[in-house]
């Protein structure tokens, strides 16, 4: 089939192509290794904290955690709106100070704290905050037992007191343990990283391709074609299949790739096939437009990753859009990056499914409809006027 | 409308007809009538019509912005025309036709090749849009290399090639499905003399196989030395149009004929007076100057007088009007500015 001698040619020259196969490739990959290690930072994270306790030592552990300076605090009073929380994003983490812990610190035996977050590389970081608050707390106690024990009253012996014991073994500790684990075990630290990466490179290589397509254009290839005993649908088609063909091709490799190098989980695979398909065709149709407007490659070239990028910004691709106002969340669904990232995110962090992400799916195929109909509709006269 | 055109190569006439008289008229190869084109105000083809038979050559000589390449885009089925009508080998063209356009062999004016593909990917991709069949596209593609003189580096991307090779590679792309109107926009712009005159024999060549060739050019030269028939196109209008010779006829140009003379011209001046034909007569020492409305019938008129006048001839020399002197004689301006 003659498209197809056009679609395969388009994916022979990407091929050949040492500095695509950098862009479309290898940096993604990278880029993916880079953030995902240092996901989160750059913003004050938020820690939902839910006292069950109504124990001095409970209090002063959550107010510990407030006069941090390293998180922003918010008070929660139901541990399933916290999970929730924190599951969705609006908090990086959340403690759980059980009802025991004035009691257990009291009876001298081991307090522990409830610890949700995502196993990511930036909670770690969160715990070890969290921890430093717990182990700050648990030197006072030694401190008070000592007090209690020797009989002494004054402050100034109970500090000297307190530091020694502090260094010395035995005594009662705060523990926290990660309850994040169990509820999510399937969340790496890349998985939050990779669906917007996917999203971002994806449309980013389709708009900066469109320059390929100029260039096919100005080389006059495209006008042979016309002049070939070769239908302009069939050429349409064919240039259509090469921007698709690519797209999804950079698009399995990323989700693959991540999944075996990351241990990236992607859910529910035909809801993520659904969603990779549809943002290949958007950006196939835009990278048509872009290349059937402009006439200059390398103008088309730059003014691509310009939109890319931004497009990606405002979209929520580059920074999660749980960290953006409201109306902001507004704004970035004309993207139709946040709606592509909403999409993973109900796959890979709610095990959604192809008909919990119905919505997505729908807003998505209305942009790729509209993206193909403008891109081979102004494409085709550009050939042939 | 009819147009009837002496083609004294093929020693016929030519006869265009408008389409509707043209049913079942299989002369020639190629017929277009009444194309015009325009850009906003511009309008760069303007009610341009001709026809090429089988086997013939017919050049579309013009300077730059003249309408060639905006005509022959319509012809080839790439540009959408206001008005017109192009049939090849019968069928008719248009930019959403494409049973005709396995009959046309269209090599564009720029280097239409991917640059990051070799030359044989090149002619194997659009071999592949020509429709050849697999089984004969690849011993195709090493027929066309060895004509264009590229088989020992048909494996090579075509970025690394110098000009004249692009040139050649553009031409062989053209050639591949064997069709039977090659259309060649200013094949030789730009290139090496030594590749110019292979690609000049390579068209010579064609047009004796048959293929009819349009092509077009701003060269004198060139379309002297390969058309059978020349259209002179300025401003998106053809001016006039035929044979060298009746071009040269049409704007009243008279041949030079001049002759070494032995001895004493003064007779020969006397008695050449009553040759009708003969328009002016220069003598000087050894030599005559000779102008004359058509050498080539007079000139065994003029070879008796001087027979008859006893003067010994050492030389004879016709010199034909070219179609650089009809070009200013048709519109006032030069073909190369
Ligand atoms: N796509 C176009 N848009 C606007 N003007 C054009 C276009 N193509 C050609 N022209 C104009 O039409 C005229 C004829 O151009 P062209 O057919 O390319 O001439 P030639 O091939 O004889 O040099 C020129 O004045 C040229 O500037
Ligand atoms: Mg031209």
């Given at each position: 089939?003659?498209?197809?001698?056009?679609?395969?040619?388009?994916?022979?020259?990407?091929?050949?192509?040492?500095?695509?196969?950098?862009?479309?490739?290898?940096?993604?990959?990278?880029?993916?290794?880079?953030?995902?290690?240092?996901?989160?930072?750059?913003?004050?994270?938020?820690?939902?904290?839910?006292?069950?306790?109504?124990?001095?030592?409970?209090?002063?552990?959550?107010?510990?955690?407030?006069?941090?300076?390293?998180?922003?605090?918010?008070?929660?009073?139901?541990?399933?709106?916290?999970?929730?929380?924190?599951?969705?994003?609006?908090?990086?983490?959340?403690?759980?100070?059980?009802?025991?812990?004035?009691?257990?610190?009291?009876?001298?035996?081991?307090?522990?704290?409830?610890?949700?977050?995502?196993?990511?590389?930036?909670?770690?970081?969160?715990?070890?905050?969290?921890?430093?608050?717990?182990?700050?707390?648990?030197?006072?106690?030694?401190?008070?037992?000592?007090?209690?024990?020797?009989?002494?009253?004054?402050f100034e012996s109970a500090v000297a007191a307190a530091q020694l014991v502090a260094?010395?073994?035995?005594?009662?500790?705060?523990?926290?343990?990660?309850?994040?684990?169990?509820?999510?075990?399937?969340?790496?630290?890349?998985?939050?990283?990779?669906?917007?990466?996917?999203?971002?490179?994806?449309?980013?290589?389709?708009?900066?391709?469109?320059?390929?397509?100029?260039?096919?254009?100005?080389?006059?290839?495209?006008?042979?074609?016309?002049?070939?005993?070769?239908?302009?649908?069939?050429?349409?088609?064919?240039?259509?299949?090469?921007?698709?063909?690519?797209?999804?091709?950079?698009?399995?490799?990323?989700?693959?790739?991540?999944?075996?190098?990351?241990?990236?989980?992607?859910?529910?695979?035909?809801?993520?096939?659904?969603?990779?398909?549809?943002?290949?065709?958007?950006?196939?149709?835009?990278?048509?437009?872009?290349?059937?407007?402009?006439?200059?490659?390398?103008?088309?070239?730059?003014?691509?990753?310009?939109?890319?990028?931004?497009?990606?910004?405002?979209?929520?691709?580059?920074?999660?859009?749980?960290?953006?106002?409201?109306?902001?969340?507004?704004?970035?669904?004309?993207?139709?990056?946040?709606?592509?990232?909403?999409?993973?995110?109900?796959?890979?962090?709610?095990?959604?499914?192809?008909?919990?992400?119905?919505?997505?799916?729908?807003?998505?195929?209305?942009?790729?409809?509209?993206?193909?109909?403008?891109?081979?509709?102004?494409?085709?006269?550009?050939?042939?006027? | 409308?009819?147009?009837?055109?002496?083609?004294?190569?093929?020693?016929?006439?030519?006869?265009?007809?408008?389409?509707?008289?043209?049913?079942?008229?299989?002369?020639?190869?190629?017929?277009?009538?009444?194309?015009?084109?325009?850009?906003?105000?511009?309008?760069?083809?303007?009610?341009?019509?001709?026809?090429?038979?089988?086997?013939?050559?017919?050049?579309?000589?013009?300077?730059?912005?003249?309408?060639?390449?905006?005509?022959?885009?319509?012809?080839?089925?790439?540009?959408?025309?206001?008005?017109?009508?192009?049939?090849?080998?019968?069928?008719?063209?248009?930019?959403?036709?494409?049973?005709?356009?396995?009959?046309?062999?269209?090599?564009?004016?720029?280097?239409?090749?991917?640059?990051?593909?070799?030359?044989?990917?090149?002619?194997?991709?659009?071999?592949?849009?020509?429709?050849?069949?697999?089984?004969?596209?690849?011993?195709?593609?090493?027929?066309?290399?060895?004509?264009?003189?590229?088989?020992?580096?048909?494996?090579?991307r075509t970025e690394e090639y110098s000009g004249g090779m692009k040139r050649r590679?553009?031409?062989?792309?053209?050639?591949?499905?064997?069709?039977?109107?090659?259309?060649?926009?200013?094949?030789?712009?730009?290139?090496?003399?030594?590749?110019?005159?292979?690609?000049?024999?390579?068209?010579?060549?064609?047009?004796?196989?048959?293929?009819?060739?349009?092509?077009?050019?701003?060269?004198?030269?060139?379309?002297?030395?390969?058309?059978?028939?020349?259209?002179?196109?300025?401003?998106?209008?053809?001016?006039?149009?035929?044979?060298?010779?009746?071009?040269?006829?049409?704007?009243?140009?008279?041949?030079?004929?001049?002759?070494?003379?032995?001895?004493?011209?003064?007779?020969?001046?006397?008695?050449?007076?009553?040759?009708?034909?003969?328009?002016?007569?220069?003598?000087?020492?050894?030599?005559?100057?000779?102008?004359?409305?058509g050498a080539s019938r007079v000139l065994p008129r003029i070879l008796e007088v001087?027979?008859?006048?006893?003067?010994?001839?050492?030389?004879?020399?016709?010199?034909?009007?070219?179609?650089?002197?009809?070009?200013?004689?048709?519109?006032?301006?030069?073909?190369?500015?």
């Amino acid at each position: 089939m003659k498209a197809w001698a056009i679609t395969s040619t388009n994916i022979k020259r990407l091929v050949r192509d040492p500095s695509t196969i950098f862009f479309v490739f290898i940096f993604p990959m990278l880029l993916i290794l880079v953030l995902g290690a240092s996901f989160g930072g750059g913003f004050t994270p938020k820690v939902g904290v839910l006292v069950q306790s109504d124990g001095a030592f409970a209090q002063a552990f959550a107010d510990g955690i407030a006069e941090n300076d390293e998180f922003e605090s918010l008070d929660y009073d139901d541990a399933a709106v916290l999970l929730a929380d924190v599951e969705r994003g609006v908090v990086q983490l959340g403690v759980i100070i059980p009802a025991d812990y004035d009691d257990a610190l009291v009876a001298g035996s081991t307090a522990a704290v409830e610890y949700i977050g995502r196993l990511d590389q930036s909670s770690v970081q969160y715990r070890a905050s969290i921890e430093a608050v717990a182990s700050d707390q648990s030197a006072v106690v030694r401190a008070a037992r000592v007090v209690e024990s020797e009989g002494l009253a004054d402050f100034e012996s109970a500090v000297a007191a307190a530091q020694l014991v502090a260094s010395g073994p035995g005594g009662s500790e705060v523990i926290v343990s990660t309850a994040g684990e169990a509820l999510f075990g399937d969340i790496g630290q890349f998985d939050l990283g990779a669906p917007s990466n996917l999203v971002l490179f994806v449309f980013l290589t389709s708009l900066a391709g469109s320059a390929a397509l100029i260039q096919t254009r100005r080389l006059g290839v495209s006008r042979r074609m016309v002049s070939t005993p070769t239908s302009i649908g069939q050429i349409l088609i064919g240039e259509t299949g090469g921007r698709f063909a690519i797209a999804m091709i950079q698009g399995l490799f990323i989700m693959v790739g991540a999944a075996i190098a990351f241990d990236v989980k992607w859910g529910n695979l035909l809801g993520a096939g659904t969603l990779l398909v549809l943002i290949a065709l958007i950006g196939a149709g835009a990278g048509m437009l872009m290349g059937a407007i402009f006439d200059n490659d390398e103008q088309a070239g730059s003014m691509g990753v310009f939109i890319g990028l931004g497009f990606a910004a405002l979209g929520g691709a580059m920074f999660p859009l749980e960290i953006f106002p409201d109306t902001m969340v507004t704004v970035a669904h004309i993207t139709p990056h946040a709606w592509a990232i909403d999409g993973f995110a109900e796959l890979i962090r709610r095990g959604g499914t192809l008909s919990t992400i119905a919505t997505e799916v729908a807003v998505l195929s209305g942009f790729a409809v509209v993206m193909m109909a403008l891109g081979t509709w102004r494409l085709r006269a550009k050939l042939t006027h | 409308m009819i147009i009837c055109v002496k083609d004294d190569r093929q020693a016929k006439w030519n006869v265009m007809l408008m389409p509707s008289e043209a049913k079942g008229c299989n002369l020639n190869v190629l017929e277009c009538s009444g194309l015009v084109k325009a850009f906003d105000e511009l309008v760069a083809v303007d009610d341009v019509g001709f026809h090429i038979a089988e086997g013939e050559t017919y050049g579309l000589l013009g300077p730059n912005g003249a309408g060639k390449t905006t005509t022959i885009s319509m012809i080839s089925g790439i540009l959408e025309s206001d008005a017109g009508r192009v049939m090849v080998a019968g069928k008719e063209i248009t930019t959403r036709t494409t049973d005709g356009n396995a009959e046309i062999g269209y090599v564009p004016q720029d280097i239409a090749i991917y640059p990051d593909l070799t030359a044989r990917e090149n002619l194997r991709f659009f071999g592949k849009l020509y429709g050849i069949p697999k089984d004969r596209l690849g011993p195709r593609i090493d027929e066309v290399l060895e004509v264009i003189g590229l088989s020992d580096r048909g494996d090579d991307r075509t970025e690394e090639y110098s000009g004249g090779m692009k040139r050649r590679l553009n031409i062989g792309i053209g050639l591949l499905h064997e069709p039977s109107l090659l259309i060649l926009d200013e094949p030789t712009v730009g290139v090496d003399p030594q590749s110019r005159n292979s690609i000049l024999e390579s068209v010579e060549l064609l047009g004796q196989s048959g293929t009819a060739v349009l092509y077009t050019t701003h060269y004198m030269e060139e379309a002297e030395r390969l058309c059978d028939r020349v259209a002179i196109i300025d401003g998106g209008k053809i001016r006039a149009e035929g044979t060298r010779r009746e071009l040269v006829e049409l704007v009243g140009q008279r041949d030079t004929v001049n002759l070494g003379v032995i001895g004493s011209a003064h007779r020969l001046v006397e008695d050449l007076r009553s040759v009708s034909e003969i328009q002016q007569i220069t003598a000087a020492e050894g030599s005559v100057e000779i102008l004359v409305d058509g050498a080539s019938r007079v000139l065994p008129r003029i070879l008796e007088v001087a027979q008859e006048a006893g003067v010994g001839i050492s030389g004879v020399e016709v010199v034909e009007p070219n179609l650089e002197s009809v070009f200013l004689h048709l519109t006032g301006k030069a073909l190369r500015d």
